[in-house]
C-alpha cells in the first residue's frame, strides 16, 4: 500500500483511508481534505480579500453570485461546533466588517450568510466555512426554500430548558473547547 505525507497527515493509497473525516456527520471528497488550510496557508491559490492571524477570506470558486466569499479560521476545524471561543471570537469580530466591504463594493443591498455543517446540511469541504452570498435579484445568490408558515405547537418546556442548561455547562467551561 503507498503511503503519501501530504500537509501533516498520512494519506494512505486506498480509498477506505483516503478521507480524514469520514464520519456519520460528513463523507467528504477526497479532493476537498486539507484544500482550505492550504489556501489559509498560501500554498493552493485562492483571491483572498481578508487576512489576520486566526481568518482568511477569499472569493468562492463557484460563486452563487458576484462577490460570493467564504471566512474561515486558518486553523482546521470541521464543525462549528468544535470551534473554540477564541477563533469564534476572531471569526465574528471580522464578520460583520467583511459583510460591509462586500456590500459596499458590490452595490448589493441584501445577502445570506450561509454556514453548513454535515454532509446533509450540504457542507462539502470539511473545513468550518462561512459564505457571505450577495443576493442582487429574487433568481440569484442564495435560493432557501423553507415552510416558515407552521407555527410551533406542541409543548417545548423541556426542550428550552434541557438546552438552556447544556449552553450554562459549557459556558462554565473556561472555553468551548470540547
Ligand atoms: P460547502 O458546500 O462545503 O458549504 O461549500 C464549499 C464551498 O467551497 C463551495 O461554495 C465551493 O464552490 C467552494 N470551493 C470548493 N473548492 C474551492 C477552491 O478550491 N477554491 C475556492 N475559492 N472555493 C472553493
Redesign the pocket.
Same mark, same amino acid.
Given at each position: 500500500m503507498n503511503v503519501l505525507r501530504r500537509g501533516g497527515h498520512f494519506f494512505f493509497r486506498r480509498k477506505a483511508f483516503f478521507c480524514r473525516t469520514m464520519s456519520d456527520r460528513l463523507n467528504a471528497p477526497s479532493w476537498a481534505h486539507g484544500?482550505f488550510e492550504e489556501?489559509a496557508k498560501g500554498e493552493?491559490p485562492?483571491h483572498k480579500i481578508y487576512e489576520d492571524d486566526v481568518v482568511f477570506a477569499?472569493?468562492?470558486?463557484?460563486p452563487l453570485s458576484k462577490g460570493h466569499s467564504?471566512v474561515i479560521p486558518k486553523k482546521q476545524v470541521t464543525f462549528l461546533d468544535e470551534m473554540d471561543d477564541e477563533t469564534a471570537a476572531s471569526i465574528g469580530k471580522v464578520l460583520p466588517r467583511i459583510a460591509r466591504a462586500i456590500m459596499k463594493v458590490t452595490g448589493a443591498k441584501c445577502y445570506n450568510v450561509l454556514q453548513?455543517n454535515g454532509s446533509m446540511a450540504?457542507? /462539502? /469541504?470539511p473545513h468550518v466555512?462561512f459564505?457571505i452570498i450577495p443576493k442582487y435579484s429574487k433568481e440569484d445568490g442564495l435560493g432557501v426554500g423553507w415552510d416558515a408558515s407552521k407555527p410551533l405547537k406542541e409543548d417545548v418546556t423541556d426542550l428550552k430548558k434541557s438546552i438552556a442548561s447544556q449552553i450554562e455547562a459549557e459556558s462554565k467551561k473556561t472555553s468551548g473547547k470540547i
Open positions: 484544500l489556501i493552493a485562492s477569499f472569493l468562492d470558486i463557484n467564504l453548513n450540504h457542507q /462539502v /469541504v466555512h459564505h
